[in-house]
C-alpha cells in the first residue's frame, strides 16, 4: 500500500511539474528598467509611486496598478547614493500580425503582475514579432556639466 500512495505522489509531482513548464513556456516576457524615482521634498530617501499616491523606503515593491507592472523603490551605489525606481512591466505589445490573436483564456488583466500580461496564440508556423526598444546611453556626470557650462 505504501509503495502505491508513493507511486501516487510521484506521479502527481511529475505531472505538476510539466504542467509548470508548460505555462513558463507560454509566458510572455517581463521588462525591467531603471529610471530616476520621484522624490517629494517632504519626503526625502522615499520613492513616491504616483499610481499608490504613496511613498516607498527603499526595497518596499508595490503594484502599478491600474497598469500591468510593479516597481521597486531603489537606492543607487553612486556616490552620494541617488534613489531609483525598478520598473517592471509587460513591455511593448507586439506588432500586428493577422495569425496571431489574443488568448483570451490565458489572459487575465486583473491578475498580479506578470499574470495580468497579455499572452498570445498563433497559428502553426506563425511567429510573434516585437518592435525594437531604443537604448539610450547614460551620459556621465562631468560631460554633462561640461556641456552645459559650454552652451
Known amino acids: 500500500m505504501k509503495t502505491f500512495v508513493v507511486v501516487g505522489l510521484l506521479a502527481v509531482l511529475v505531472f505538476g511539474a510539466e504542467e509548470k513548464k508548460d505555462e513558463a513556456a507560454d509566458r510572455p516576457k517581463t521588462f525591467k528598467r531603471l529610471i530616476p524615482a520621484d522624490v517629494l521634498r517632504d519626503f526625502p530617501g522615499m520613492c513616491f509611486a ?22 521597486t523603490c531603489v537606492l543607487s551605489e553612486d ?18 500580425n493577422p495569425k496571431c490573436k489574443l488568448d483570451e483564456e490565458k489572459t487575465n488583466k486583473t491578475a498580479p ?3 495580468c500580461c497579455p499572452s498570445f496564440k498563433c497559428e502553426e508556423g506563425a511567429k510573434l514579432e516585437y518592435p525594437e526598444i531604443p537604448t539610450v546611453a547614460p551620459v556621465p556626470a562631468d560631460s554633462a556639466s561640461t556641456t552645459a557650462k559650454s552652451a
Open 113 to 115: 503582475f506578470p499574470g
Open 50 to 71: 504616483s499610481t499608490k499616491c504613496a511613498t516607498f523606503e527603499p526595497g518596499k515593491v508595490w503594484e502599478l496598478d491600474p497598469f500591468c507592472g510593479r516597481s
Open 79 to 96: 556616490e552620494p547614493p541617488r534613489l531609483l525606481e525598478l520598473v517592471e512591466d509587460c513591455g511593448p505589445l507586439p506588432l500586428a
